[in-house]
């Protein structure tokens, strides 16, 4: 691997606290960090004979680490970055570039049609295998096409019809596809609207969402015909808590570290929550976070 990346990009050991939202997680076995696509096929082709287990990170922002951490390699993006325009009206950008990076960007550039993104806490590849949404936007709205690795090292294409986006999700799920870029689609706006309708997205954020504290975020898919914090809330779980892990006040949707939780408290809170929702409500929550590791 040092061969591949060079030393300073493989770290053995490295603690997954650092590098996931909730800020919980022990030890991956290998955090490799490839600087371009040609790497990135390397280092998976290697890790395929082998036979190790390897996870794709972006921002680590719809991940719980075990506190027992991750038998495997992480692979970072955080490398593929870079942001540009391809033409007057679509923006090209790395995997591992910050959804909030590019609302910027298409705000400079006085592109509309992402600013919904722009709270969304996580990188334009993990957007685009969860169709990440907001405020009445999401990823399908404002895709032109997605290039991506498949699991034979084949750089494939997909346009927006191919993606199969659906709520939560996309073809990419379940393949083995690896997002190495995105281009979106978006339209000549004004700057200054563009500006004010970012700004009033962040204070509404603000007011609804407990973002003083570690979390990954909408913590549940929302069952269809029903809310999940709602549903959380009816439960009577609102600031319910297990260890350093507790329901949101400010938010039932919202798991949260409120201070010193493990991932192993996180779990049993998103268990316990899922548990008590079926027998007041009927309702089975799904969570929407990606679990890595043994619980």
């Known amino acids: 691997m040092r061969q591949i990346v060079s030393s300073e990009n493989v770290i053995e050991n490295e603690d997954m606290s650092r590098h996931t939202t909730f800020k919980t997680g022990g030890p991956a076995s290998l955090f490799i960090s490839p600087a371009d696509t040609e790497q990135l096929k390397k280092v998976i082709e290697v890790l395929d004979r082998i036979s190790a287990a390897f996870f794709i990170l972006g921002n680590g922002s719809n991940i719980l680490v075990s506190d027992k951490g991750f038998d495997g390699a992480v692979i970072s993006l955080r490398k593929f970055s870079e942001v540009t325009l391809k033409d007057d009206t679509t923006i090209v950008a790395g995997a591992g570039a910050l959804n909030s990076a590019i609302a910027s960007f298409a705000r400079d550039n006085s592109l509309t049609g992402f600013e919904f993104a722009a709270g969304i806490p996580g990188t334009i590849g ?4 969860m169709n990440a949404g907001a405020y009445d936007g999401e990823m399908k709205l404002v895709t032109k096409e997605v290039t991506v690795l498949s699991p034979s090292g ?5 346009d927006n ?4 986006f659906g709520y939560r999700t ?3 799920k379940g393949r083995g596809y690896v997002v190495l870029s995105a281009a979106l689609q978006l339209e000549k706006g004004d700057q200054e609207a563009i ?7 962040a204070s509404r954020r603000r007011d609804k969402q407990p973002l003083e504290y570690p979390s990954a975020g909408s913590t549940f898919k929302r069952p269809e015909g029903y809310f999940a914090g709602k549903l959380i809330e009816d439960a009577g779980l609102r600031g319910y808590s297990v260890g350093g892990a507790a329901v949101s006040d400010k938010h039932c949707g919202f798991v949260i570290n ?3 939780a493990t991932s192993s408290d996180i779990y049993r809170l998103i268990t316990e929550v899922k548990d008590k929702v079926q027998k ?4 089975e929550l799904e969570p929407e976070v990606i679990m ?3 619980f």
């Open 195 to 201: 500006t004010a309708k970012m700004a009033e997205l």
């Open 154 to 158: 084949e750089i494939m294409v997909l």
């Open 292 to 294: 890595l590791g043994e």
């Open 170 to 172: 996309s073809a990419i």
């Open 258 to 260: 409120k201070g010193g």
């Open 280 to 283: 007041e409500s009927g309702v």
């Open 161 to 164: 019809s191919t993606m199969e």
């Open 126 to 129: 993990g957007a685009m295998i």
